[in-house]
Structures are given as structure tokens and as C-alpha cells.
């Protein structure tokens, strides 16, 4: 077990509850905090710590802070801007934040300079895994930021995560989360597109994925969603269509901030956003079937 720290953890939703019950069986003492006060009280109750009234009051008593939020913008604003006390003001120097949020990388960057001037560490470590594994703390975590703060929080990190990636300077851990989103949206959205059109051909879409799957257009969507998500009619696979979104918009506006031009992630970026806007952002990512479904059957223009 790493030496114990004092964490407070913002955002206590599906994947940053478990993450930070991770941290308290890793014998940490850890202050939870959600915006919905009931969720932080729960975790409270369940794990037998207290609850913050205040996000200042975190602050006062964490020597490292982690959020799991939204976007970047939740993240700025509990740090820097909340009305009542942000974090940052009620922060130790010396103290690191380490945000593993989905977050812009060029915000992450942005961010990490005005905290500089207060004199608190940026880390951004954004995960992969889903809520399965976050419950069991076998997250894949990608690192980015100064080596110094990076080496302060990694022990913390193991608690949560069993694969953890150092992958470069402050935003690289999001570049790299936003990028392998983009890979799994890109990848989910054309073995949709190849099953509806053989379905529309008359082939079987179970025996099309077991093909797949035993060829060379297998996937993790292939093996891991078709039949248990989306065949099954469960399309319970935890990951929100508009995260999902929004993890390739994250991927797409990169490349055009640094100047690459990337069709493929402009077309994946558009496929997404339409789908979150006709399904709902809340349902399940593996609902995009049904749209784009519906969508194939459309007549086609010559």
C-alpha cells in the first residue's frame, strides 16, 4: 500500500464513485464532493468519511485534488471560478491537481499555466475502462504533465488504475484519451454501417459478427458490443452516447487547432453529434445503432 494521502475527490458520478472508493480501500483518507449533494452523502455514509459543505472546503483539506467532471469546462470553473469558494484559492502550495476528466488539451494546457501561478501542479490522467473497471481499479490511465508531479501522485494512481501510461507533458493524457476515443467511435460506427448493409443484402448480422470476429475487421465494438449490447437489445454498455461525442469533437477540433487535416475525424465527429442529438446524450453510446439504422434506409440521391 502507498503512503496514505489526503484526496479530495470532485465528482462522484459513475466512474468517479467507485474510483474514489478505490482510493479509500487503498487507505487513503479521501473528502468526496459531487455538485448533487445526495451522491456525495452516500459516499460519505457508505465509506465512512464526512461531507464537504464547500468545494473551498475540499480545498483546505487535500494535499492532492482529483477531478472527475464533465468537461474541461466543469473542471475550470471548481477550480478556479466557483461561486462560494473555488478550490485553487483554499489550495496548499505545492498541492497537485490531477484531472481525470475528458478534457480539451489545449484548455488542459491553458489551465495548467493559472495554476502554475498559484503555485499548484497540473497532471492530467484521464482513464479508459469504463464503469467495470473502475469498480475494480483495473483502469488503463493515461498520464500527462511535469515529471516531478507525475511521480508525486502515481502511487495514488495505482489504486485506481492497472495500466498506467506516462505519455508526455501536460495534455498529452487527454490528447491520448480523445484520440483513442475517436479510434473506438470510428471503429463502433463502420461495423454498424457494414452490418446494415448486410442486412439490407439479406445476411444474418450474428453470423456477419461472427465472421468479423474470426477476420481481419475485428474490433473491440465487434467483439465486445454487437451481440451483447445491441443484438441483445441491452444497450447497457455504461458510456453515454454524448461523452462519446464529445471525446471525438475533443479529437477532431485537436487537429485543427495544431493544423493536421483529418477528413476521417471530421466525418466521425459530424456522425456522432448527430447521433447524440436525435438519440439523447443521456442514452447509452451504443444506441447510435438505431439512428443510423434508420438513417441507411433513407433513399439515396444518385
Not at 466557483?82 to 483554499?90: I, P, T, Y
Not at 458490443?225 to 443484438?231: R, W
Request: some cysteine.
Amino acid at each position: 500500500m502507498s503512503e496514505s494521502r489526503r484526496i479530495g475527490f470532485v465528482g462522484l458520478g459513475h466512474m468517479g464513485a467507485p474510483m474514489a472508493a478505490n482510493l479509500v480501500r487503498g487507505g487513503h483518507e479521501v473528502l468526496g464532493y459531487d455538485i448533487v449533494v445526495d451522491r456525495a452523502r452516500h459516499f460519505a455514509q457508505t465509506h465512512g468519511t464526512r461531507t464537504p459543505e464547500s468545494l473551498a472546503e475540499v480545498g483546505t483539506h487535500a494535499d492532492i485534488v482529483i477531478t472527475m467532471l464533465p468537461t474541461g469546462r466543469e473542471v475550470r470553473d471548481a477550480l478556479l471560478e466557483a461561486q462560494g469558494g473555488a478550490l485553487a484559492a483554499n489550495l496548499r502550495r505545492g498541492a497537485v491537481v490531477v484531472d481525470m476528466s475528458s478534457a480539451e488539451p489545449v484548455g488542459t494546457r491553458i489551465l495548467g499555466r493559472d495554476l502554475t501561478d498559484r503555485h499548484i501542479a497540473l497532471v492530467d490522467a484521464p482513464v479508459s475502462g469504463g464503469v467495470p473497471r473502475a469498480k475494480d481499479g483495473t483502469l488503463a490511465i493515461m498520464i500527462g504533465g511535469d515529471a516531478s508531479a507525475v511521480a508525486a501522485v502515481k502511487p495514488v494512481l495505482t489504486c485506481m488504475g492497472r495500466h498506467l501510461f506516462e505519455v508526455g507533458s501536460l495534455g498529452c493524457g487527454h490528447a491520448m484519451k480523445a484520440l483513442n476515443n475517436f479510434l473506438a467511435g470510428t471503429s463502433y460506427a463502420a461495423v454498424v454501417e457494414a452490418l446494415v448493409i448486410g442486412r439490407q443484402f439479406g445476411l444474418d448480422p450474428a453470423v456477419m459478427t461472427d465472421v468479423i470476429n474470426a477476420s481481419t475487421g475485428r474490433s473491440f465494438a465487434s467483439e465486445n458490443l454487437i451481440k451483447q449490447h445491441v443484438l441483445s437489445g441491452a444497450f447497457a454498455t455504461g458510456f453515454a452516447l454524448g461523452l462519446l461525442a464529445k471525446d471525438v469533437k475533443i479529437a477532431a477540433d485537436l487537429a485543427q487547432q495544431i493544423g493536421v487535416d483529418a477528413p476521417l475525424g471530421r466525418l466521425v465527429r459530424d456522425l456522432w453529434g448527430e447521433a447524440r442529438d436525435v438519440v439523447g446524450g443521456e442514452q447509452d453510446h451504443s444506441r447510435a445503432w438505431a439512428h443510423w439504422e434508420r438513417r441507411a434506409a433513407r433513399p439515396v440521391a444518385d
